[in-house]
């Protein structure tokens, strides 16, 4: 991505005062663009600078929000699922929804996936790209001004790996936990990996107290690397034993995320090497909750949703034997609110074009 202006979304009060010094304007310039940039109002609707100063920072700068490309909004629970259009015109999607103690947005990291997850539609066609902090941030405060509503939780679990962007994806954290920005806690902030074990070691390290969401999907090596190629590079004993590590940096319990796929990972035999695995390589040492999700048919992928009564049997007998399981409740079904699919539609309209 070739940019010839400077971002300042991407940056802390610190760096925009060295810029401010730069251009001749004083530093408290710094703290009323911060602010006006983090209410997502763009160089124009900075009221009090000067025109002269709007117009040099619209020469020399950029405060780019993602556009709407499509918006859709479920009539069943009012989720609300953006294809947003960057400056460079990658497509991105992000989820805003709604639970009883305020908003929560799940955003994107990157435009495409390299993981190659087999059940993921995020990962078709692969990465073409990171996103900046900009553009982390700007799915949030675009999201904010188009539903007029507060956002107070963000769920780094659309398309891309987070861990992948990590340099990019700590600077966003950084920036969207300002107490002089949008100020949202790390506790209210959940971070969802593929399983990187180096990059949960250093986001350990931070002192940033997000919570991580583990992508296990599998009880056993075999199966896991067979739909989940990260595997062969961290197995699940590593895996397990990262996020120990990370727990007892952070004192942040870890979610483990297992989607269920019909006939694959969802028998009473998976069940109870979950168990085993589970127990073998984390026991007693931290919480262990487990969040069930049926997969998300998608139909570049022959994975079908595991049944409710499987759900239910698996969940049975992970609950038998001392795990707390819960099962995901769906939101936006009728948007297709898990991420990846539009950014495919969108992607595949275009080469018919071309």
């Not at 479920?74 to 947003?84: A, R």
């Not at 969207?176 to 959940?190: A, E, K, L, Q």
Request: aromatic letters at 6%.
């Amino acid at each position: 991505m070739t940019e010839t202006k400077t971002d300042l979304l991407s940056m802390n009060v610190a760096e925009l005062q060295h810029f401010c010094a730069g251009i001749g304007e004083p530093k408290f310039r710094a703290a009323q663009i911060f602010k006006w940039m983090h209410a997502g109002v763009s160089f124009d609707g900075m009221t009090n600078l000067s025109r002269a100063l709007r117009e040099r920072l619209e020469a020399c700068a950029c405060v780019r929000f993602p556009e709407i490309e499509e918006k859709f909004v479920s009539e069943l629970d009012g989720t609300v699922k953006y294809l947003w259009r960057l400056s460079d015109g990658q497509n991105v999607e992000s989820v805003f929804m709604r639970y009883h103690h305020g908003n929560t947005i799940c955003i994107s990291t990157q435009a495409g996936c390299r993981m190659g997850c087999a059940f993921c539609a995020s990962t078709i066609g692969g990465k073409v790209r990171d996103l900046l902090p900009s553009e982390m941030l700007g799915q949030v405060l675009a999201a904010q001004r188009d539903m007029g509503e507060r956002i107070s939780g963000i769920v780094l679990m659309g398309i891309g790996e987070p861990l992948d962007n990590y340099d990019n994806v700590v600077r966003f954290l950084r920036l969207v936990t300002d107490p002089d920005g949008i100020n949202i806690g790390c506790r209210h902030i959940s971070l969802s990996t593929c399983g990187l074990v180096d990059g949960i070691d250093r986001l350990a390290e931070e002192g940033l107290a997000v919570t991580l969401s583990v992508s296990l999907h599998a009880p056993t090596d075999a199966l896991r690397s067979e739909i989940m190629p990260i595997n062969n590079k961290w197995n699940v004993a590593q895996l397990l034993a990262a996020t120990v590590r990370y727990f007892e940096k952070t004192g942040r319990r870890i979610s483990f995320e297992y989607t269920l796929i019909a006939g694959k990972n969802d028998t009473e035999e998976g069940a109870l090497a979950l168990v085993e695995a589970m127990k073998r390589h984390v026991g007693r040492k931290m919480p262990i909750h487990i969040n069930l999700i049926p997969v998300n048919p998608i139909k570049e992928r022959a994975f079908a949703a595991a049944d409710g009564q499987s759900v239910r049997r698996f969940a049975a007998i992970l609950e038998r034997h001392g795990l707390c399981a819960t099962v995901r409740r769906t939101l936006g079904p009728d948007i297709n609110a898990s991420c990846g699919q539009l950014r495919n539609k969108e992607n595949q309209m275009q080469k018919k074009i071309l």
